[in-house]
């Protein structure tokens, strides 16, 4: 009995030594899981205190390093001719941003900000309606939409409505209002360069001899670029006027009269500028062709057919899609994969023993293959034949003569209207209009009168329209009506006869 009451109290000995270890060796645990929770606080800590430092210091950077614009056309990432205005920007502009409270355009709030970072002499400061009923009659007695823009420099201003940064069009599927192109970043760089600019440049079209009419589309291209325009008829005004920038003759369908003509060559001989558009006809025009002459060129009999499928499209050899050549006109398409579309276009060519002085530079250009159709009321095939005349030709050229005492002439000359048409420049995106801008800006731009035309394309929100010549149109055809149902036969029959092997 006393044995067995001993054996019991050493093993009860045993266990509470057993339990007090087992706690010690637990406190100890739990302190090592304290340390180790506690450095694992700490650090947690300090990640948090990092990203919280770094998100600051990020929404202090610029809005165009911080913000990556993702979209195709770059909506948000303002262009070389907007930086080169702002980097040269020696005047204070305040743009108005006029918009109620949490209804504020996202495009046009992020344009702005590209605008306000690249220079301290742009501030942006919105203005909500509700609070303001009165601000924009200070600048314009029309109602001004919600989202527009007040530009102000100085005494001058001009409002960007909102309506006008956006472009649209009927869907005739649909029968709804589509919005197509985001014009923000060329009316707000168009509207700066007004306020800013002392002189502004005058294009003045010549009227009197049926020439062809500028659509609404076209006339808004030229006034984007701060560009006025004003009608001339020589028939009664005694020269063309001292303050023109640049003279445009739009595909006159009558003669000129040889006084016109002759007023026409005094003033670009006196260093003037013109932009000079001409379309075939089967009418004699000497007065007109004296003009062209006097500067070295002169358009080819008939009309202009292309023998190479990759220079036109539709199957349509007329319709020409020439090689935009490299020179100042085009420095802003020849880099770029554009196209150029005109049609019904006549050849324009050199003529000899010009003057030395002259310098003629080619725009657009035809392939080798090219050829002019002559005989065009007995014309029973559009395949070269031995009466045509051979190509290359030039469709656009520039020219330029030095007349003393700093002065210039200069010309650009293009010889089909069509390449100033709404529905064919549709074709190629825009890329004509383009072409236009920067003939004009070419054109009218003078040191000596400080003016400086701008003219940026809108962007597309929607698909641009592929152009496609007629060599890729017959490529793919054959690819997918020959060479793939090939292809596939070619694979089954080698199915089949590796299953029958086996």
Known sequence: ????????????????????????????????????????????????????????????????????????????????????????????????????DGTESSDIQRLLERYEERTDHITVEQRDPAVYPTFTQEYTSDSVSNNSIIVV?????????????????????????????????????????????????????????????????????????????????????EAVPDDASCLFIFAPATDLSEDEANKIITYLENGGKALI???????????????????????????????????????NPYYLLPNIESNDVTSGLSSQSRYVLLALAQGIETMDNIRDSLNIESILTTSDSAYSKTDLENMQTMEKESSDIEGPFDLGVSITEDVGDDAQTQIVYFASSSIFDDT??????????????????????????????????????????????????????????????VCILLIGFGIWMKRRKQ
Not at 26 to 40: A, P, V, W
Not at 52 to 68: F, G, T
Not at 425 to 432: A, F, I, K, Q
Request: net charge negative; glycine share 4%; hydrophobic share 35%.
């Open 1 to 100: 009995m006393k044995q067995s009451k001993r054996k019991f109290s050493i093993k009860n000995k045993i266990n509470i030594k057993n339990i007090i270890n087992n706690i010690k060796e637990k406190r100890q645990q739990n302190k090592k899981i304290l340390r180790h929770g506690s450095y694992s606080i700490g650090v947690t800590a300090i990640v948090i205190a990092i990203v919280v430092v770094l998100n600051l210091v990020i929404q202090e950077l610029p809005s165009s390093i911080r913000e990556i614009d993702l979209s195709s056309e770059k909506l948000y990432t303002i262009g070389d001719q907007t930086k080169d205005l702002l980097d040269n920007l020696d005047k204070d502009v305040e743009l108005y941003f006029i918009a109620q």
């Open 153 to 237: 420099c100085g005494d001058k201003s001009r409002v960007v409505d909102y309506s006008d940064m956006y472009e649209t069009s009927i869907n005739y599927q649909t029968y709804t209002q589509e919005t197509t192109a985001f014009d923000g970043e060329g009316q707000l760089t168009s509207a700066i360069n007004y306020v800013i600019s002392d002189n502004m440049p005058i294009l003045y079209t010549l009227e009197g001899h049926d020439e062809a009419s500028m659509s609404t589309t076209m006339t808004e291209t030229i006034q984007k670029a701060n560009i006025e325009i004003q009608s001339l008829n020589l028939l009664t005004q």
């Open 277 to 315: 558009v001409s379309d075939y006809t089967d009418q004699e025009m000497p007065n007109f062709a004296s003009v062209l002459e006097n500067y070295g060129v002169q358009t080819v009999d008939g009309i202009v057919m292309e023998g190479d499928t990759s220079h036109y499209i539709s199957q």
């Open 424 to 485: 064919i420049n549709s074709y190629v995106s825009g890329t004509n209009y383009e072409l236009l801008s920067s003939s004009l800006s070419w054109l009218c731009q003078s040191e000596e009168e400080d003016t400086n035309t701008i003219s940026i394309a809108s962007k597309s929100l929607d698909t641009s329209t592929l152009t496609i010549s007629a060599a890729d149109v017959s490529f793919w055809s054959i690819f997918v009506t020959a060479v793939i149902p």
